[in-house]
């Protein structure tokens, strides 16, 4: 009995990987085709340090609404270095990393953006979860 649990389990993990390839393989297919307004465009654009805290807050409801919209997009948002946001983007970062007290309200709204996109990029996607 124990044994079966270990091989399903296995085989789960396996589908799952498998099913995370084949996203992957779609996604950059679609990557390919993508035009200025892409996913993996909005995402190099967020990454440009020095801009205004508006500027990301934008960018993060930009990609928000495609993670929403395309599941293909939370494939791309995860091979384009979406989740790396959170160290690597200077103003994301130092919000996240914040005393809640003394974020102003833009702020406040970066982070709660970039937690939404989190949240959005992992809807029924395994491998994102």
Known sequence: ??????INEY???????QAAEQA?????????????AGLVCVLE????????T???????????????SDPEARTLFCSSGGFELADSHCE???CLNSEPASLGSSDVQLATGYVKVLQNASVDNNENQ
């Open 11 to 17: 085989i789960d993990r396996a589908r799952i990987s």
């Open 24 to 36: 992957e393989h779609s996604a950059a297919q679609t990557f390919e085709v993508s035009n200025e």
């Open 54 to 68: 508006i500027y990301y807050i934008g960018g993060l409801e930009v990609v928000r609404q495609k993670l929403f």
């Open 1 to 6: 009995m124990r044994k079966e649990c270990v």
């Open 92 to 94: 994301i970062s130092r």
């Open 45 to 52: 654009k967020l990454k440009r340090p020095g801009q205004l």
